[in-house]
């Protein structure tokens, strides 16, 4: 039996370029690309996810201490596409005023951003479904964004622990969603998950003719 040819399509990543910081989404760069962002709890693995996919070491800052990131931080990559490092939510050593600012800068961004074409919302692997990330994501769903829910650090445990949470994740979106957002599995450590989030980005990019 003849095999047909399959093309297996694995965008790659050429250039990626620090572009801007910014605390207000009206002075973040023109919206001309299509752009990327990634979001979640304080800790969750965002900053090490944009060094993994963009194979840089320390292109966004990290640190094993929350509240690394604390600006709409803004890369170009391939000359073509932004990725977007957004400071973490839930940190528990914040004051009132200080949750009142990220939830103002980053909602208006998320809101008002134009070009945003997908929000990766970062969600530990390692926890059962949080009530906080639960509500940011129902929040993110009623304003419409689209979306892709990333289950990160998953080298930190056992693949069956992870497929538990998985589950749970599901089973608690099912109560809300009629059709569940994708659902990726990720390691900055071990590079899991990687092809898949580049697999969305390529698709999306390609209905923009982007040059990947
Ligand atoms: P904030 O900027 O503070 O909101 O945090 P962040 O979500 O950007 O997290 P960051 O990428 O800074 O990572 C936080 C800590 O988790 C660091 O110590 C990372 O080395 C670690 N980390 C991130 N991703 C992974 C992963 O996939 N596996 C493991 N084992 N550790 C990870
Ligand atoms: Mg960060």
Request: proline residues 4%.
């Amino acid at each position: 039996m003849a095999v047909k040819n399959v093309e297996v399509i694995v965008m790659k990543v050429k250039s990626s370029e620090f572009v801007t910081s910014n605390t207000d989404y009206r002075k973040c760069p023109p919206a001309i690309h299509p752009e990327y962002a990634f979001v979640g709890r304080s800790n969750v693995g965002k900053s090490s996810l944009i060094n993994m996919l963009t194979d840089r070491k320390n292109l966004a800052k990290i640190s094993s201490r929350p509240g690394k990131t604390q600006l709409i931080n803004h890369y170009i990559i391939n000359d073509s596409w932004y990725l977007v490092d957004l400071p973490g939510y839930g940190w528990a050593k914040v004051s009132k005023e200080a949750k009142y600012k990220w939830e103002v800068m980053i909602h208006d961004y998320l809101i008002h951003r134009e070009n945003l074409c997908c929000l990766f919302i970062l969600v530990d692997s390692r926890l059962e479904p949080q009530k906080i990330d639960l509500e940011f994501i129902q929040w993110a769903g009623e304003k419409a964004i689209p979306m892709v829910i990333v289950m990160t650090k998953c080298d930190k445990q056992s693949k069956g622990k992870t497929s538990k949470n998985h589950e749970q994740v599901k089973k608690s979106l099912k109560n809300n969603w009629s059709k569940l957002p994708q659902i990726i599995v990720s390691s900055s450590n071990d590079r899991t998950g990687g092809k898949e989030i580049l697999e969305v980005i390529h698709n999306v990019n390609a209905t923009f003719s982007t040059n990947n």
